[in-house]
């Protein structure tokens, strides 16, 4: 299977989470409620910075993560573009590879993906990118899960 990435709209990226962006004019936003923890007192906010190499496309996917626990928020501090790949829930509760979607981001756009999304790890192009993740973490096997798939294609943009 073979996947062309989109460009990354809100409405589009809604049934897997939120599109972020900072307000054009000065003003701060609030995005506390998209921030889920669904372990309650069992977890902690977790803040990291990464770092992440560019990668080319077309790129081939065997495998996607999820967080059932916890959102997941990526934000951009130093990025060119990036490639945000998601899958819907199969039956069996793993990912489905074959319905699999992947949206070309910019460098103002930050994603925050619903617990118990199916994803890719960061795949940044162009050039060397740095990102914020907030999360929340009990330290256990719940806090991520990665499952394989049948083999999937993304497509170089």
């Known amino acids: ?19 972020l962006q900072c307000p054009r004019q000065p003003a701060r936003q609030y995005h506390d409620p998209i921030l889920a923890n669904l372990r309650g007192s069992g977890a ?3 803040l990291s910075l990464i770092t992440v190499a560019p990668t080319a496309l077309p790129l081939r996917l065997t495998a996607l993560e999820r967080h059932a626990y916890s959102s997941q928020t990526f934000i951009p ?11 819907p829930r199969a039956p069996d509760g793993g990912p489905d590879g074959g319905a699999a979607q992947a949206f070309l981001a910019g460098p103002e756009q930050a994603v925050s993906y619903h617990a118990d999304t199916w994803h890719h790890g960061l795949t940044v192009l162009e050039r060397q990118a740095r990102f914020a993740i907030l999360m929340w973490r009990a330290g256990d096997d719940g806090d991520e899960e990665f499952r394989p798939i049948a083999p999937v294609s993304v497509a170089g943009v």
Request: hydrophobic share 60%; net charge negative; proline share 12%.
């Open 77 to 87: 501090l130093d990025v060119a573009a990036y490639v945000v790949i998601v899958a």
């Open 1 to 19: 299977m073979l996947i062309i990435p989109t460009p990354l709209t809100a409405e589009a990226f809604a049934p897997y989470g939120h599109v």
């Open 44 to 46: 902690s906010p977790s």
